[in-house]
C-alpha cells in the first residue's frame, strides 16, 4: 500500500492538468480530455492497491500515423527517469 500515494499523486497530477477537471470524474474521462487537448497522444494508467488492480484506462493512439488505437497492455520505453526535466 506504500505505493497507492505515489500513485495517487500522479492521477492527481493528470488531473490538475485538465481545465476544469473534477477529482469525481472516471480516470477515463480525465485520459481522453488529455488526448483532446493535445498534451498527450497517447496514455495508459493503471491503479492498483497492494491486493489487486483497481482500475486501468487507455486513451488515445499508440500510432499516430496509423492511428492505431492506445492499449491497456502497450509497452513504452523509458529512459533516464531521474532526468525527467
Do not use: Y
Request: some cysteine.
Amino acid at each position: 500500500m506504500k505505493l497507492l500515494p505515489v500513485v495517487a499523486c500522479l492521477v492527481f497530477g493528470l488531473a490538475g492538468h485538465v481545465r476544469g477537471a473534477d477529482p469525481a470524474k472516471p480516470l477515463a474521462s480525465v485520459l481522453q480530455q488529455l488526448v483532446d487537448e493535445h498534451l498527450v497522444a497517447g496514455a495508459v494508467v493503471l491503479v492498483a492497491d497492494k491486493d489487486r488492480v483497481l482500475e486501468v484506462s487507455a486513451a488515445g493512439e499508440a500510432d499516430m500515423v496509423t492511428h492505431q488505437p492506445m492499449p491497456e497492455n502497450a509497452v513504452f520505453w523509458i529512459a533516464s527517469m531521474s532526468k525527467s526535466l
